[in-house]
């Protein structure tokens, strides 16, 4: 279990915005290898990535790099260099435009063979992005595809250009749209997750100078199940922060009710009364989902 409330990008080529990711209240920091980063600095860029996570005091943070998408050339050496040299002090790798199973599946393997031929037994877990119109008719098959995934991503950007959607519609702030464009596909991602048992990511908002729109689409992504929200700026991050806690009021009663359905099942009863309801084990699963993050957060 990892906290994923704000999922930080940071280009891997630039050292003093990375500096600042490992310093900021993110729960995550990828460093990007893949749009961020022009093709002739790519190669260049890796070695930044592993200085920065073998030099840098990261914190509690979860580490992660997005590696370049499998079907460019530098995808095999991103993986190689990055995880044999650093593999130490790397949590993640994020993997863009997955479309199949087999795709997670190559990654797994290769991470596997680096493993063992380094006698490692630290794990580098997985998340994928779901970018492409194959990935969400394979998105279920996508979650089960290896032991080392975590989450899956929904990249909304790329999706939108996979699909021929509008890319003016892109970001959700029009009104030419009836409702939330992304409902259904935030909703597959987050089912085909949830039944994995892994988390579901929302992926980037583009417009980091609308504050009112990032927390739009975060309470959005929240009320689909998602467990957080990539951030492309540092001003984004304590609104993801602050959508995807609990309130403390929340947790409070959380505590309570559990606490009063515990004491009643060793009593012997299935249901108990708590605030004029009647509550059984469907109302406790929801409490204890909060009563999780919690935990996690230190609340």
């Known amino acids: 279990m990892r906290l994923r409330r704000c999922e930080l990008s940071t280009p891997a080529s630039n050292e003093r915005m990375i500096e600042k990711a490992a310093a900021s209240s993110a729960d995550l920091v990828f460093l990007d290898l893949e749009d961020s980063v022009a093709p002739n600095e790519k190669v260049a860029a890796r070695a930044k990535v592993i200085h920065a996570l073998k030099t840098l005091d990261w914190g509690k943070k979860t580490r992660a790099v997005r590696i370049n998408d499998l079907e460019t050339e530098f995808a095999y050496s ?4 990055i995880v044999e040299e650093a593999g130490d002090y790397l949590d993640v790798i994020i993997i863009p435009k997955v479309k199949s199973a087999k795709d997670v599946w190559w990654v797994d393997v290769l991470l596997s063979q680096i493993e063992k031929r380094l006698q490692r037994s630290r794990r580098t877990g997985l998340e994928v992005l779901v970018e492409e119109v194959e990935a ?5 098959e996508i979650a089960r595809a290896s032991a080392r995934l ?7 950007i790329d999706y939108s250009a996979s699909q021929g ?5 892109a970001g959700n702030d029009l009104d030419t749209y009836p409702g939330d464009l ?3 596909a935030r909703n597959k991602v987050t089912i085909a997750a949830r039944a994995a048992g892994i988390d579901a990511i929302d992926g980037p908002y583009l417009d980091f100078k609308n504050p009112d729109g990032y927390r739009r689409e975060c309470t959005r992504s929240k009320a689909s199940g998602m467990a957080g929200k990539w951030a492309i700026h540092p001003n984004q991050i304590e609104i993801a922060n602050a959508v995807f806690s609990p309130a403390q009021q929340e947790v409070d009663r959380a505590r309570k009710l559990d606490a009063l359905y515990s004491e009643a099942q060793a009593n012997g009863l299935g249901a108990v009364a708590f605030e004029g309801k009647l509550i059984d084990v469907a109302v406790v ?9 919690a935990d996690l957060i230190g609340m």
């Open 285 to 293: 699963r929801s409490a204890r989902n909060i009563i999780q993050k």
């Open 150 to 156: 975590e989450a899956l991503i929904f990249g909304h």
């Open 78 to 81: 991103d993986i190689i260099s």
């Open 165 to 169: 959607i509008d890319p003016t519609l």
């Open 136 to 140: 969400m008719l394979n998105v279920e």
């Open 182 to 184: 992304w409902h259904y």
